[in-house]
T-cell receptor
Framework: SQQGEEDPQALSIQEGENATMNCSYK?????LQWYRQNSGRGLVHLIL?????REKHSGRLRVTLDTSKKSSSLLITASRAADTASYFC????????FGTGTRLTIIP | NAGVTQTPKFQVLKTGQSMTLQCAQD?????MYWYRQDPGMGLRLIYY???????DKGEVPNGYNVSRLNKREFSLRLESAAPSQTSVYFC???????????????FGPGTRLTVL
């Protein structure tokens, strides 16, 4: 199993602040992906980082990957109310393993 | 371009009843997946299909069967539903080169199943 976890489990911040969430995994992977889930909806892909990459940006999102520590982080800068959602990292290769996610609440 | 569609959106079953959850994608993807999501458990892979004609077990396959009917469609069947199968079921697809490094998965809107 390539189980790991996202942490924290829940995070509440003021609008405009930055939000950081982390993901750990246990076995080697080819890539790691971050997804967002709004309440009652399916997951939406945010960003994929490959094992030979250390950092990747997409708009207000910044993802880092540290393969020596088997961990990744997702930074959302200048948060907005619309960023309120659960965030999951998918670890693995052809098959992804997801943790329980980080529930992010942005307080207007 | 509808992406990944799932039917039905909601379903209530009695213990022992059977049903099939339908999933279709119009993106010409090779790989398709079925997950279940339970509170506090995250998403868990039930079955996946790396290509038309192949299926493989995931983390929690017991009590389920799947059929990859063609490249577009991947169905999940509960032969004899149990209350423990109350969950939200998501289908996903990815371009998925078999044996490749893995790529973005596109998720459907989910089916909310309650087994009484």
């Amino acid at each position: 199993s390539q189980q790991g976890e996202e942490d924290p489990q829940a995070l509440s911040i003021q609008e405009g602040e930055n939000a950081t969430m982390n993901c750990s995994y246990k076995t080697s992977i080819n890539n790691l992906q971050w997804y967002r889930q709004n309440s009652g909806r399916g997951l939406v892909h945010l960003i994929l980082i490959r094992s030979n990459e250390r950092e990747k940006h997409s708009g207000r999102l910044r993802v880092t990957l540290d393969t020596s520590k088997k961990s990744s982080s997702l930074l959302i800068t200048a948060s907005r109310a619309a960023d309120t959602a659960s965030y999951f990292c998918g670890r693995g290769n052809e098959k992804l393993t997801f943790g329980t996610g980080t529930r992010l609440t942005i307080i207007p | 371009n509808a992406g990944v569609t799932q039917t039905p959106k909601f379903q209530v079953l009695k213990t022992g009843q059977s049903m099939t959850l339908q999933c279709a994608q119009d993106m010409n993807h090779n790989s398709m997946y079925w997950y279940r999501q339970d509170p506090g458990m995250g998403l868990r892979l039930i079955y996946y299909s790396a290509s038309e004609g192949t299926t493989d077990k995931g983390e929690v396959p017991n009590g389920y069967n799947v059929s990859r009917l063609n490249k577009r469609e991947f169905s999940l069947r509960l032969e004899s539903a149990a209350p423990s199968q109350t969950s939200v079921y998501f289908c996903a697809s990815s371009p998925g080169l078999a044996g490749g490094p893995g790529d973005e998965q596109f998720f459907g809107p989910g089916t909310r199943l309650t087994v009484l």
